[in-house]
């Protein structure tokens, strides 16, 4: 029987070539083929295809852009993909309300684009920002550099729209800073990569937009000296609005085969550090910074223009895809540990003699380290690996994953090492919100 004969209001794609690219996503997981990729146009399709589901038993799996690097849209056994990227709405800003509803179709790049044309800003700003839509930052949380500062996107969600397993949308939340009815429903589908339903839309957060940034490379001859600064700058009252890094291997990547403005990058390791305050080029703010920094700071350089600055951030943001075109079978993680670990972090990776190579936001303790090797690594190794990484990462009470979520890549993981009541109680409420198991099955949990 044809499970999706006459879906309305859905484009459905059944030919195996066509389906060939919704097997991955950008992690290193590869799914099975999926049944089907639906792209809904309407609640008709949703509803129907949860009614489906339920009657035949097949998963249904969420997917916004696909740049996910946790394998959450990467289809599991008889499943259906649901590719949300046609689906409809409209943008609105509200700027009395300091607020902006959008559909989860719309791509970050464009809701980023529609505040800032009010003179205001949406901070999450994960890497991929460019090309990733907005259903999925809400489905996973994300992060980015601004993080350091600003806080993740569940700190910016005031309210999500979800289709859930009665087949209606529902709304959770309302478009005001303040509200306490109750526990925050909405904060629970945030981050819950796909397994709770669908979210549609979502009302966000908006606040005055930055305009004077201070963009300064920290270039340091021994890259270690750089973990005790996110401590010195918090400690000392400074709150940079991103301070990433790169340790020396990545680097020399950068240098070698990056674009011209990676090229010129100075010093053995670098980090970059973003200020955005009103005020933060000011002489007094530099100086005062400089004063923090102490000696470290010598070979210090500001960005001189916009142009510089948008460099650097280039830079920065392709990274990832630098290291993946140089090394495809490389495996990314992204730990987290608190700011004052850092340097426990990285005695504990020497001693576990892990081929890893770091960047990342380090002012926030979220570490991409990177097994370039990992495709010419013995799997069971590998295994192992990854799973020392983790308990190191634990043991110095840090998480699995600071930003990307577990998906597929780390559920091992995460069911093995995790608090066991943790794992009951998300059981629970999965059990309490998806009786069926319909929902992104065999992920997360
Ligand atoms: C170059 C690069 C840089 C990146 N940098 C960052 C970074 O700095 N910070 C960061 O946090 N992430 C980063 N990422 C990871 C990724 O871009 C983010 O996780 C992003 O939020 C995923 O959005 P997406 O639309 O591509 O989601 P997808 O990959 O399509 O899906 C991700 C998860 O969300 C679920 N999902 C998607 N849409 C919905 C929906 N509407 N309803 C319910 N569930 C849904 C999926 O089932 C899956 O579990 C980066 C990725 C790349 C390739």
């Given amino acids: 029987m044809d499970i999706l004969r006459g879906l309305p209001e859905a484009t459905v794609i059944r030919d195996l070539n066509d389906l060939e690219p919704f097997r991955r996503d950008e992690s290193h997981v590869h799914g099975v083929a999926p049944l089907a990729v639906v792209k809904p146009h309407g609640a008709a399709a949703l509803r129907e295809l949860v009614r489906r589901a339920k009657l035949e038993g097949f998963g249904l799996v969420p997917r916004g852009a696909g740049t996910g690097k946790a394998g959450g849209c990467v289809p599991t056994e008889r499943t259906v993909v649901v590719d949300l990227s046609a689906w409809p709405g409209e943008m609105t800003v509200s700027p009395q309300d300091l607020c902006l509803h959008a559909p989860a179709s719309a791509l970050l790049r464009d809701v980023k684009a529609a505040a800032e044309a009010h003179g205001l800003f949406y901070p999450p700003d994960p890497n991929s920002w460019e090309s990733c839509a907005l259903g999925g930052t809400l489905a996973t949380n994300a992060g980015g550099p601004n993080a350091c500062k600003y806080g993740m996107t569940r700190h910016w969600a005031l309210s999500l729209d979800a289709l859930l397993e009665d087949g209606e949308i529902h709304t959770f939340g309302i478009s005001s800073v303040k509200a306490n009815a109750g526990p925050a429903l909405g904060q629970l589908l945030l981050g819950s990569e796909g397994i709770f339903g669908?979210?549609?839309?979502a009302t966000l957060r908006l606040t005055p937009l930055p305009r004077e940034f201070a963009t300064l490379l920290l270039p340091v001859k021994h890259w270690e000296d750089l973990l005790e600064l996110p401590g010195r700058l918090f400690g000392g009252g400074f709150l940079p609005s991103a301070f990433e890094f790169f340790d020396p291997?990545?680097?020399?990547?950068l240098r070698a085969h990056g674009p011209e403005e990676a090229r010129r990058l100075p010093g053995e390791a670098l980090a970059i550090l973003e200020f955005d305050e009103r005020g933060c080029t000011s002489e007094p703010f530099l100086e005062g910074l400089l004063d923090l920094l102490g000696p470290v700071a010598d070979g210090l350089e500001i960005a001189a223009d916009v142009r510089q600055r948008q460099g650097i951030w280039a830079v920065r943001r392709m990274t990832s895809v630098l290291l993946k075109e140089r090394h495809p079978g490389k495996v990314s993680e992204d730990i987290v540990v608190p700011r004052s670990r850092l340097r426990e972090f990285f005695a504990g990776l020497d001693q576990l003699r892990i081929p890893a190579t770091t960047y990342g936001?380090?002012?926030?303790?979220n570490l991409h380290v990177n097994l370039l090797t990992a495709g010419e690594t013995d799997p069971a190794q590998l295994d192992r690996q990854l799973m020392d990484l983790f308990r190191l990462a634990l043991s110095l009470g840090?998480?699995?994953?600071?930003?990307?979520?577990?998906?597929?890549?780390?559920?091992?993981?995460f069911l093995a090492l995790s608090d066991p009541a943790q794992i009951r109680t998300l059981h629970a409420i999965k059990q309490a919100l998806d009786p069926h198991n319909i929902f992104n099955p065999g992920k997360v949990i």
Avoid: C, N, T
Wanted: negative net charge.
């Fill in 198 to 201: 669908f979210i549609l839309g």
């Fill in 249 to 253: 291997a990545v680097l020399a990547e």
């Fill in 361 to 365: 936001h380090l002012g926030d303790g």
């Fill in 398 to 413: 840090g998480a699995l994953s600071g930003e990307h979520g577990i998906g597929l890549a780390k559920r091992e993981a």
